[in-house]
């Protein structure tokens, strides 16, 4: 980003410094951001259920059983989740958000996101990949799902190539192994380079060793 004679300079090195220490403070202070929306909204909700029944108590003593009324909430709504009963209230829930003309477009939007950044969208992904795409010279980023046989018995590679900077959506290509370029890009920083566009992006980064042929995965 930066040329090693700039850095040298007072202003170049103040300022080299200070972007690596907003590339470092910045997603910490997003997640405190949202976590403070979140509890704010959630214990606003709670409190005015629990005043009829705290009485008099100080504001501070207040406040602190409405926040861990706040974590049951949210540790029961995981609870949920698990479970089949749960999971179709939940789903009837989501139906009813998305028919709804404004909120529709940010509920969406949140969930892609969220869904995008979680574990089990990442661990479906087993290698973070380059391919031709769209055309031929052009180098996209791909992440690898899978293998399947075609007609012939050839093992082909299921890649999930991704838009930016919405990595919900995207294409699924099938590749022979000579098209795949396998690299040292862990899944987690591929990801981050979708969704930023590429402004988190390694300096560099190096070709891994193709793997041995796997047998066909579901």
Known sequence: ????????????????????????LGPLLITLFILKVVFTALTAFVLPVLNPWLGELPKSVVMIIATIVALLLIYLVGMLTTHFVGRRFIQAGESVMMKLPIIRSVYSSSKQVMDTLSNSTKAAFSATVLVEFPHPGARAIGFVTGTILDPDGVMLYRIFVATT?????????????????????????????IVSGGMLAPASYGHREHPEQPAPTV
């Open 1 to 24: 980003m930066f040329k090693k004679n700039d850095e040298n300079k007072p202003a170049g090195y103040i300022r080299a410094r200070m972007i690596s220490g907003l590339l470092v």
């Open 165 to 193: 900077p919405n990595p919900t959506s995207g294409f699924l290509l099938f590749l022979p192994k000579e098209a795949v370029y396998f690299t040292d890009i862990s899944v987690e920083d591929g990801i981050k380079m």
